[in-house]
């Protein structure tokens, strides 16, 4: 006769509907997997893998503490002797209200493409989830997404399937293993834009203080990377911001301006910034206006 350790197995459970049912849900307090001993022939015991063993939690028998026993057998071979190690066949279920939340999906993109092209902004089918569950569970949830990975080669849009993960505040991946997800399924789209190099188009307005005068004003960048289809890019030939107001100004200004908040003129559809955070630094040279007496003579 042999004995083996078998650990991590996890556990099925059986009427879980009638908990559900009555508008609650269950959640596992330490996890829902289970180990335990596995005695019998050398030559049997020996060919076991922990997929050969069923581990079941009927939960109509939850006692009033919330503690559930687990049935651990192994159909295959039902005359081995299975004992448990500890106390690990006994799980603590926890009873909470059952809520819902949806959520929208979230397309996340890894690497890079080539020079010359840019990574849209990708869109899920569906493009939103619910999720029902424990309580306590449901709200750790912050954010459902799903990733993409992007090639140097992809130069034409990539579409894709890919599963669904569910993220807390911290961004670690919540357990689903308790939760209802109306899809875990996702399919994807991620446009794959050509980028083109435009002029920024950028001036100053207003009347400095009296007694103050202008003397220049300068910006950079002068130009800026947009990314679109080629039939919208064919379209913007510049980018014009609104004029900066120097009304009033006695000095020197300085300033950081973005460029997506203070367009003048829209982007056509279909055309975006490839650097959503992009700004032009403006500098005015402002200075007061100085007089000097002079005594001429007549020749």
Request: with cysteine; net charge negative.
């Amino acid at each position: 006769m042999y004995t083996r350790e078998f650990s991590d197995i996890s556990v099925t459970e059986v009427n879980g509907d009638q908990i559900t049912e009555a508008g609650k849900a269950y959640s596992y307090v330490g996890g829902n997997t289970v180990s335990v001993k596995v005695k019998g022939k050398t030559s049997v015991v020996n060919r076991l893998s922990k997929d050969d063993l069923l581990a079941v939690a009927d939960l109509s028998t939850l006692s009033i503490t919330g503690a559930v026993m687990v049935d651990v057998s192994c159909p295959k071979y039902p005359s081995l002797e299975i004992t448990p190690i500890g106390s690990s066949t006994v799980l603590k279920v926890e009873i909470e209200d059952l809520v819902e939340k949806s959520l929208n999906v979230k397309v996340n993109t890894n690497g890079k493409v080539s020079e010359g092209y840019y990574i849209g902004q990708g869109v899920a089918t569906p493009n939103m989830v619910t999720v029902s569950g424990p309580e306590s569970v449901v709200n750790k949830i912050n954010e459902a997404s799903v990733n993409v990975s992007i090639g140097s080669g992809n130069t034409t849009d990539v579409t894709t399937n890919t599963t669904l993960k569910l993220l807390d505040q911290s961004e670690g991946e919540v357990s689903s293993s308790t939760l209802n997800i109306s899809q875990t399924d996702i399919s994807v789209t991620v446009p794959i834009y050509e980028t083109k190099t435009v002029p920024v188009d950028f001036g100053v307005t207003g009347q400095v203080a009296h007694g103050y005068k202008m003397v220049s004003a300068a910006y950079e960048p002068k130009e800026v990377t947009v990314a679109g289809r080629k039939e919208d890019l064919d379209k913007i030939s510049q980018v014009t911001l609104k004029d900066y107001d120097i009304s009033g100004k006695n000095s020197k200004v300085e300033d950081s301006i973005s460029i997506v908040q203070n367009l003048a003129e829209q982007l056509p559809d279909g055309v975006v910034f490839t650097d959503k955070e992009a700004t032009v630094a403006l500098v005015v040279d402002i200075q007061q206006i100085t007089e000097t007496s002079f005594e001429l003579p007549l020749s």
